[in-house]
Each structure stands twice: as structure tokens, then as C-alpha cells.
């Protein structure tokens, strides 16, 4: 019997997989591989509302959170768990799928445990059946989750479980069922210094073993230049939009090797992404003061990009702190 567990995990990115052999991403499969809301301005129309991610539920996600508004503080209650001692994940992250269900269920936890352990049945089904979290409508998947995501019962289990196997703990929300499908290398987001940046743009290698990606909008990327009475519009898409813009006396800045994924146009590429981008590169986000660009940084991390930068500061710092030459807007 092939449960929901098999057809949601195929749907997910494999750590191990190449760029070449992975599978082709749509636009429904971004839908629900998507945790992570790009708001761009306030002037942007709003690009459409993708369903909700196949991850945790923003009800249940934020109180599972130590952030969040119940999870605040240590749940009081001890820990149960059945998994069978501590397996090192330091700098792991989980692909994690469970079920929940109320504290006096006991004898049907149990019941349920043993009709997979001994019965064949399978997690993610029982969990669209059976489970109270919201998570049942994905089949009970939780998505890629690190330490410091959930409350502290629920993580402890799931980083002590082997892969595969079926264990239980308690939680302030009751008994749950989780297994551990997968495990891979924590992904890497952190700010880049614009000096480090342009320190290392001077080595010509730099830009053919990187990805760079700018998220601003065109007609914030034009470079506009007067020779005698020639007007020449770099990196423009409408020569009119140029020329006015010459008209009022600005020049538009940008940096050489950064392919221009305008943040309004998200749902244009974002299906895409991995399709033109490799997850395994190191990918640097640039905007104009870095705002943008670390909320498209957050999103290529939670789609498996090993390694994404953040220009600090944007291009804005960038001209004030690394190259004069670049105007500022």
C-alpha cells in the first residue's frame, strides 16, 4: 500500500540528489513546497496567494515555537519518548512527519503505533485519519525543521530518533507518533559585508563558480549614460523608462554578473528557481538596502539552498562603503 507519506516525500527535495537529476519543478509543487512569504512593497500589486505550505500550520507552527505565543515558556510536563538513545545531528536539520493526538488517548496511541509497527499501516495515513494537528491535511508532514523550531519534547525525540523508525513523546499538546524521514546538512544564511563582497568580485573566477541574483526592480537597475548627444541605456528593458529617467537627472546603479529577478515578478520564477539555479552554489541576494533581498534569501534556505549571503546594506551600502563609482538612488 503506498500511503500519503510516499507521495508527499517524493515531492520533496532530496539533499543528495544532482541539479540535473532533479525533478521539475511546477508551479502546484512550489505551492506547497513554499514556507516562506515574500511581502514585496507596499506599491507592488500582490502576487497571488500560494495555498498553505505543506510545513507546520501557522496555528499549531507558532505554538510548537519557543517563540510563539504559548510556547514561550517550558511546557511543565515530563518527557515520554520511546526513541532509543541519542543520535548526533548537530548542524542537521529533519524532514519530520507525525501525528498528534489528545493526552487521555493513550490506549489509541498505542494502537496506533503498534498497527504500523506490526500492521504495515502507514504514518501519514493514519495521520489524515486520526491526527489533531493541522498538519493531517499534508499527511502530517512538518517539513525540513531544526533545532531551535519546536518545543523542547518534541525536538528532543525527533533529533534522538533513527532514521525511519516510528517513535512517541508527550508534549504539552498531547501524545504524538513522529518518524524521521530524512536528514541533511543545515542550510548556511547569514549577511555579507559589502567590502567582503566587492573584495572578492575582483577575482574574475568569482562570478563564473557563484550565483548572484538582484531582486530590485528594473527601473531601479538602469544604468544610464551620456556621451556628446548619445544616450545609452544598460540593462534596460524600456528604453522610454530610461530616457526619463535621464530626463531628471538620475543614474540608476547596478553590479556587473547579477541576474535581475524583480521580487514583484516572484511568481514568475520562484517555480522555477531550482530549475535555473543551482542549490549546491553559493547564491548572494542583493536589493537597494538588503530588505528584500533577505526575505528572498529566507526562501531559497528553506528550499535547500546550502549556502545563501545576504548583501548587508544592500547596493546603497555597497556604493557608500565599497566603490564610489556605483551611484547611489
Known amino acids: 500500500m503506498f500511503g500519503l507519506r510516499a507521495r508527499v516525500a517524493a515531492q520533496l527535495p532530496c539533499p543528495s540528489q544532482s541539479p540535473s537529476s ?62 532509543a538513545g541519542s543520535v548526533p545531528r548537530e548542524g542537521k536539520e529533519l ?37 489533531l494537528c493541522p498538519s493531517k491535511e499534508n499527511g502530517g508532514m512538518l517539513g525540513w525543521i531544526r533545532k531551535g523550531q519546536m518545543v523542547p519534547e518534541f525536538e528532543e525525540a525527533a533529533f534522538g530518533a533513527p532514521l525511519n523508525k516510528v517513535v512517541r513523546c508527550k508534549t504539552k499538546f498531547g501524545w504524538h507518533l513522529l518518524q524521521v524521514l530524512a536528514e541533511r546538512d543545515q542550510c548556511i544564511l547569514q549577511d555579507i559585508e559589502p567590502e567582503v563582497l566587492h573584495s572578492k568580485m575582483q577575482d574574475p573566477s568569482f562570478i563564473e563558480e557563484v550565483q548572484l541574483i538582484d531582486v530590485r526592480e528594473p527601473d531601479e537597475v538602469y544604468t544610464v549614460m551620456m556621451t556628446g548627444f548619445i544616450f545609452v541605456a544598460v540593462h534596460s528593458y524600456d528604453i522610454k523608462v530610461a530616457f526619463l529617467y ?84
Open 22 to 83: 532533479a525533478p521539475t519543478t511546477s508551479l502546484a509543487r512550489f505551492a506547497r513546497l513554499s514556507t516562506v512569504t515574500l511581502a514585496p512593497p507596499a506599491s507592488a500589486p500582490p502576487p497571488a496567494r500560494a495555498p498553505p505550505p505543506s510545513s507546520l500550520s501557522s496555528r499549531w507552527g507558532q505554538a510548537m515555537s519557543p517563540g510563539g505565543t504559548v510556547g514561550k515558556s517550558r511546557p511543565t510536563t515530563r518527557v515520554f519518548c520511546t526513541a
Open 95 to 131: 524532514l519530520v512527519q507525525h501525528l498528534l493526538v489528545g493526552e487521555k488517548d493513550v490506549r489509541l496511541l498505542v494502537d496506533l503505533e503498534k498497527s504500523i509497527v506490526a500492521g504495515g499501516a502507514d504514518l501519514s495515513d493514519l495521520a489524515v485519519e486520526h491526527s
Open 246 to 329: 535621464l530626463l531628471h537627472g538620475r543614474a540608476k546603479s547596478s553590479l556587473p554578473g547579477f541576474k535581475v529577478l524583480p521580487l514583484r515578478q516572484f511568481g514568475t520564477w520562484g517555480p522555477v528557481m531550482t530549475d535555473e539555479f543551482n542549490p549546491e552554489k553559493d547564491t548572494y541576494v542583493l536589493c537597494h538596502h538588503g530588505m528584500r533581498s533577505m526575505q528572498v534569501a529566507k526562501w531559497l534556505q528553506s528550499q535547500g539552498f546550502r549556502k545563501v549571503y545576504n548583501v548587508a546594506g544592500g547596493i546603497h551600502a555597497y556604493a557608500l562603503k565599497a566603490d564610489s563609482s556605483i551611484p547611489t538612488y
